[in-house]
């Protein structure tokens, strides 16, 4: 699946108006936003692409979420974002890549 988004982290990175793809085999092909194309997605907020143990830790992506949907700005979302993961013992370097939806309305 393609996805649209203000804003997408992953390793630690913001790649702002840019699209995200996840290959069956685990790869994650980032570009940034210039056309339309067929079957996007589109998120109003962000998208963490993170590794599957942060994806299904139900507390910290409520967690997430509510800082994303509460941030004043799109600027401090992703601040608290990078934040709040980079303390976590797994941030997707070495599991399989998924999306993390972290709508901003």
Aim: aromatic letters at 4%; glycine letters at 4%; one cysteine or more.
């Amino acid at each position: 699946m393609r996805y649209l988004s203000n804003a997408i982290i992953y390793r630690g990175i913001v790649h702002r108006d840019s699209t995200v793809e996840l290959i069956a085999d685990g790869t994650v092909s980032i570009s940034p936003f210039t056309t339309e194309q067929h079957s996007t997605v589109y998120i109003n907020g962000i998208i963490l692409v993170a590794g599957k143990a942060i994806a299904t830790d139900d507390m910290l992506c409520r967690m997430l979420q509510r800082t994303v949907a509460e941030a004043p700005t799109l600027t401090d979302a992703i601040e608290s974002v990078i934040s709040i993961t980079a303390s976590q013992p797994d941030s997707g370097q070495q599991d399989t890549p998924v999306p993390i939806i972290l709508n901003r309305s």
